[in-house]
């Protein structure tokens, strides 16, 4: 059974850090037969990409929003994605999901070809 489960959401203050973690079981994360990535979701507004990380050659790819202060990795023996969130502003506050696709393509501009979900992590920034 394929399954992700995201963990490593809290509060923050404004300018801090939180890392999320995302551990697959039911499926490899390091091949070209899937993608990962992390969507997140605020309240009264649509499901967005942030980050994606491709299967085999592990290329990686940001929503402008979040480049260069997020960054998206894995650790293939633990088959855990990350995503290291830096300089946190209080518009990062969402819901954070990861999801995974098949095929090694990343796409973040629509939830579509992802039908593996995980149930979500709050992050809340916030002085």
């Known amino acids: 059974q394929v399954q992700l489960v995201e963990s490593g959401g809290g509060l923050v203050q404004p300018g801090g850090s939180l890392k999320l973690s995302c551990t697959a079981s039911g499926f490899t994360l390091n091949t070209e037969t899937n993608a990962i990535a992390w969507f997140r979701q605020a309240p009264g507004k649509e499901r967005e990409g942030v980050a994606c990380i491709s299967g085999a050659n592990g290329n990686t790819y940001y929503t402008g929003s979040v480049e260069g202060r997020f960054t998206v990795s894995r650790d293939n023996a633990k088959n855990t994605v990350y995503l290291q969130m830096n300089s946190l502003k209080p518009e990062d506050t969402a819901i954070y999901y990861c999801?995974?696709?098949?095929?090694?393509?990343?796409?973040?501009?629509?939830?579509?070809?992802?039908?593996?979900w995980g149930q979500g992590t709050q992050v809340t920034v916030s002085s």
């Open positions: 999801a995974q696709k098949r095929g090694e393509t990343c796409v973040i501009a629509t939830t579509w070809p992802y039908d593996t």
